[in-house]
């Protein structure tokens, strides 16, 4: 009996090596197969693509750029300006910097800590109107640590610490009151010290008027002269967007819905065209994302989607950004100043970006070259001393909640004639949203 048993076990043994022996044959089979496994597609026909470029092509640092600058002499005057051209100086300066040692403080960054930094003798405030990633303004304000963090400020501050004869910098986010400190390496110490002096003496008196809980508000001290400019309409054929757009333009429909609306598609997206405001509407839902956005890289990809088809046709700046909705826009300027329509979009490039590709994508197809100036007519406004003064005396306006003051342009349209005039005025921020600021028994 034992005998026996002991033949059934070892039978059992045999059978488990055998078996044992099968796998380990059928796992080198199935590992060797998937390694030279190869494929069979069935081939798949290519879709007809247009290379077009309508406009220009820009570089990160030309979209996202500072709007003004304010300067604090050595006998405690404050001193401005937005001209692009002087702004590019300092730029040019500040690029030979090495900046290192990029530290978030713990101290929240408060109106009243930033009145204290600029308080300091040749220190600078660069406004920029967007939050800015540290990461797309690496070639501007080079930042040589391994390691550089996914933050974002729109404001930056030099200040000139005298006892250990060097700058800082700050990288400040007014809305979420936090910002970084870093240390600044400059290979000519002396040559920069004399630049920044001598720059800063040179620009436009500025007073802060203060009204605001909320910022640092600096504004030209005297009156402003601004030109009041006149173009033709040129506007650019809808169709060459229909061709950079679209995946086979070929197939693409297009149907008249009236008389100042139409429509192209085809199965995958839709462009809709208002004739009217010279705008267009296109978009690609399968690329829809609910998902949050990396700020830098969703600051890149935009630009990058406008580069693709070169589709800067006139001066659009970087203004805002919300990665929660994976929205970005760029805002239309002439002669450093921002332009603003009181129809919603039409001096703006909006785009919600989704998966690898953009989704909603919203822009104007009219074109500002200069040979298109027509007419330039100097006009004087008021001094911003004067504008929050004229605040201040309105009824039902808190003066308080206003967070920026800047002079721009409001552009009218003259459909009868095919012009466009951009009127200088002064525009005040609240809550986010930029307005006209009218005199009560002005225009």
Not at 73 to 81: A, F, K, P, S, V
């Amino acid at each position: 009996m034992v005998s026996g048993m002991n033949r059934e076990k070892r039978g059992m043994e045999s059978l488990k090596t055998v078996v044992l022996l099968i796998l380990v044959i059928t796992s080198v089979m199935l590992t060797f197969s998937i390694w030279t496994y190869t494929p069979s597609y069935e081939t798949i026909e290519q879709q007809t693509t247009t290379d077009v470029s309508i406009a220009e092509k820009r570089k990160v640092e030309e979209v996202i750029v500072p709007y003004k600058v304010v300067y604090r002499t050595e006998d405690d005057q404050l001193r401005g300006e937005n001209a692009p051209e002087r702004i590019d100086e300092l730029l040019e300066e500040v690029n030979r910097w090495s900046v290192r040692g990029l530290t978030m403080e713990t101290e929240r960054f408060t109106k009243e800590r930033m009145k204290k930094v600029l308080a300091q003798p040749h220190s600078y405030l660069l406004y920029f109107h967007g939050e800015v990633p540290f990461l797309a303004y690496e070639n501007v304000f080079p930042l040589k640590d391994e390691s550089i963090p996914e933050g974002s400020f729109d404001r930056l501050v030099f200040e000139w610490e005298e006892s250990l004869n060097q700058y800082n910098v700050y990288f400040i986010n007014r809305k979420h009151e936090y910002f970084y400190k870093a240390n600044v390496d400059i290979e000519d110490q002396l040559a920069a010290t004399a630049f920044f002096k001598s720059w800063g003496e040179r620009l436009k008196p500025y007073e802060e008027v203060g009204p605001s809980d909320l910022a640092f508000i600096a504004v030209p001290a005297e009156r402003v002269e601004v030109n009041q400019n006149t173009y033709y309409q040129e506007e650019i054929d809808p169709k060459r967007f229909r061709d950079a757009l679209f995946k086979d333009p070929n197939v693409v429909r297009r149907t008249s819905v009236d008389g100042t609306k139409e429509e192209y598609g085809d199965d995958r997206a839709m462009m809709t065209v208002d004739t009217s405001m010279k705008m267009l509407n296109y978009v690609y839902p399968a690329a829809e994302s609910t998902e949050l956005a990396i700020p830098s890289e969703l600051l890149f990809n935009t630009i990058d989607f406008i580069n693709e088809h070169g589709g800067w046709t006139d001066e659009f700046l970087y203004v805002h950004m919300n990665p929660i909705t994976r929205y970005v826009r760029f805002q239309l300027f002439v002669e450093g100043l921002p332009v603003y329509s009181d129809h919603v979009g039409a001096t703006e490039i909006v785009q919600n970006y989704g998966e690898n590709d953009v989704f909603r994508y919203i822009r104007p197809y009219y074109s500002f070259d200069s040979t298109l100036l027509v007419g330039s007519d100097p006009v004087e406004l008021v001094s911003g001393v004067e504008v929050i003064e004229s605040m201040r005396q309105a009824e039902m306006f808190d003066e308080t909640k206003v967070e920026e003051l800047t002079v721009g342009y409001v552009m009218v349209q003259d459909e009868e004639r095919r012009l466009f005039i951009l009127k200088p005025a002064w525009f005040y921020l609240m809550n986010g949203t930029w307005s006209r600021w009218i005199e009560e028994g002005g225009e």
